[in-house]
Nanobody
């Protein structure tokens, strides 16, 4: 089965930056949507940003103006540039992809982002 591999998580100071990357390994498939979700301890998983093949993007209100999603769904990769990080951004970030036509969801294992001085 295809695997989404995340990288770039770690520790950052408030106001700092991190760049997350995600790429598919294994079976090559085409995705209609790729994006990022996050889950803080004791809270529900929430959408951070996603990118459609059409170029349309969505961002959570809490990250607008600070985070930027980029990549290429056709190349099975997506990035998340996170600037002006805040402690409330601390969470496990998950890469997500939706396969074209079939609609199957794929998830990465998650990468921890910790924002603390």
């Amino acid at each position: 089965q295809v695997q989404l591999v995340e990288s770039g998580g770690g520790l950052a100071q408030p106001g700092g930056s991190l760049r997350l990357s995600c790429a598919a390994s294994g079976t090559i498939i085409r995705f209609n949507v790729m994006g990022w979700y996050r889950q803080a301890p004791g809270k529900e998983r929430e959408l951070v940003a996603r990118m459609f093949r059409s170029g349309y993007t969505n961002y959570a209100d809490s990250v607008k103006g600070r985070f930027t999603i980029s990549g290429d769904n056709g190349k099975n990769m997506v990035n998340l540039q996170m600037n002006s990080l805040k402690p409330e951004d601390t969470a496990v970030y998950y890469c997500n992809a939706v396969q074209d036509y079939i609609g199957t969801n794929y998830w990465g294992k998650g990468t921890l982002v910790t924002v603390s001085s």
